[in-house]
């Protein structure tokens, strides 16, 4: 059974077209959230880390929010240097120190 | 500062040869992990080395091992390579152990591919 589980696997929008993205979670000693942006050939760059139900964290375009269950990364009015492969990672307890990833979801934003 | 910076960046052996990587974490960080990301899918943990002590290791067979020097530079070796560890291979380092939820800071890589 998978533990981080992202959707959409693939997202197309316009330029200044809203969205979210979703990254759902099945782990019981959840320590954070982490979202991060990869661009083809590179490797994953840190966005956000969100540790508790309700928290809130924003950056330029982007906002991450975190439920007991799941945690969205919305973008507002996306330009097409927003498109990249979008990760969420886990840390839980039952872990150890590792980070557990969703599949991601490739983001296209076209002008 | 440079960022976490990773050797070769790509990569082409024959099944059954062995191969070594190796990865230089930002400066001042001491823990160093490593990440095989197969196309199409998100990145999967290897192993965590923290003052040159292995603190984590993933559900990798033992054809897989790796080390950390004095220095904190880390080589990751995968013996008798098999088609299916055609990968990415990502090194990520943090200041401590990541028992404090540290963030990682990811190289570019190390693409992989095995014929």
């Known amino acids: 059974e998978d533990q981080v589980t992202q959707s959409p696997e693939a997202l197309r929008l316009q330029e200044g077209e809203s969205s979210s993205l979703n990254c759902s979670y099945t782990?019981?000693?959840?320590?954070?959230l982490f979202w991060y942006r990869q661009d083809p050939g590179k490797g994953p760059e840190f966005l956000f880390t969100?540790?508790?139900a309700g928290e809130e964290k924003e950056k330029e375009r982007l906002k991450a929010t975190l439920t007991k269950k799941e945690s969205f990364l919305h973008i507002t009015a996306p330009k097409p240097e927003d498109s990249a492969t979008y990760l969420c990672?886990?840390?839980?307890?039952?872990?150890?120190?590792?980070?557990?990833f969703g599949a991601g979801t490739i983001l296209r934003v076209k002008s | 500062d440079a960022g976490v910076t990773q050797s070769p960046t790509h990569l082409i052996k024959t099944r059954g040869q062995h191969v070594t990587l190796r990865c230089s974490p930002i400066?001042?960080?001491?823990?160093v992990s490593w990440y095989q990301q197969v196309l199409g899918q998100g990145p999967q943990f290897i192993f965590q080395?923290?003052?040159?002590?292995?603190?984590g290791r993933g559900n990798f067979p033992d054809r897989f091992s790796a080390r950390q020097f004095p220095n904190y530079s880390s080589e990751l070796n995968v013996n008798a390579l098999l088609l299916g560890d055609s990968a990415l291979y990502l090194c990520?380092?943090?200041?401590?152990?990541?028992?404090?939820?540290?963030?990682?800071?990811f190289g570019s890589g190390t693409q992989l591919s095995v014929l």
């Open positions: 990520a380092s943090s200041l401590g152990q990541q028992t404090t939820n540290e963030k990682l800071f």
């Open positions: 782990v019981s000693g959840l320590r954070g």
């Open positions: 969100l540790y508790s």
């Open positions: 990672a886990v840390q839980a307890w039952e872990y150890g120190n590792k980070l557990v």
């Open positions: 400066s001042g960080h001491k823990s």
């Open positions: 080395y923290y003052e040159k002590e292995e603190r």
